[in-house]
């Protein structure tokens, strides 16, 4: 994984590169280069490990999930505002396995830092109500509920969130 900053200095540099190759009339070269700097460009906004995984757990290994994230040094330099909020996403799923308490706060700076997705943002309220239900902090947890039904526009979640509704009534 190369840091952000060096993502896009060697964006610039195939980049213009892959002009100069046009200018000597390679042309076969310069476009190899500048699908190369779209390539780093790409991975600037879009992190590899991240990707992977997300991988992992949609397969449910949350083991090897943590360890795709834990390989990302420094997460605050070398993320994007967008891509630490997924990193917060991803181990906020991870820890609500373990340990509520940190769990609640990985799914709160992930809201604070943002998802560029409606159905993560769903999903991350939703889990989150469902945390402060389990503390039985029920006007919160409907609060947040209310909101993930809002941004779950497709329906993907409607049946977690009636289950967790009817949770909410026994309390």
Do not use: C
Not at 28 to 48: C, D, P, Q, R, T
Not at 58 to 75: A, H, S
Not at 97 to 116: D, H, I, M, V
Not at 117 to 124: E, K, Q, S, T, V
């Amino acid at each position: 994984m190369f840091p952000k900053v060096i993502k896009l200095i060697l964006a610039l540099v195939s980049f213009g590169y892959g002009i100069y190759q046009f200018t000597d009339d390679y042309i076969g070269n310069g476009i190899m280069f500048l699908l190369l700097s779209a390539m780093f460009v790409l991975l600037y906004f879009k992190n590899e490990l991240i990707f992977l995984a997300f991988l992992r757990l949609r397969k449910q290994d949350f083991e090897g999930t943590q360890k795709w994230l834990l390989r990302i040094p420094n997460v605050e330099r070398n993320l994007v505002k967008k891509q630490q909020g997924y990193y917060n996403y991803l181990m906020g799923i991870i820890e609500s396995q373990k340990n509520l308490t940190q769990a609640e706060k990985y799914f709160k700076t992930a809201l604070r830092l943002g998802l560029s997705m409606n159905h993560d943002l769903a999903m991350a309220k939703m889990s989150l109500a469902g945390i402060y239900l389990q503390k039985r902090r029920k006007r919160e947890a409907q609060q947040l509920l209310t909101e993930a039904k809002k941004l779950d526009k497709h329906g993907m979640l409607t049946g977690q969130l009636k289950m967790i509704q009817q949770q909410m009534k026994k309390i």
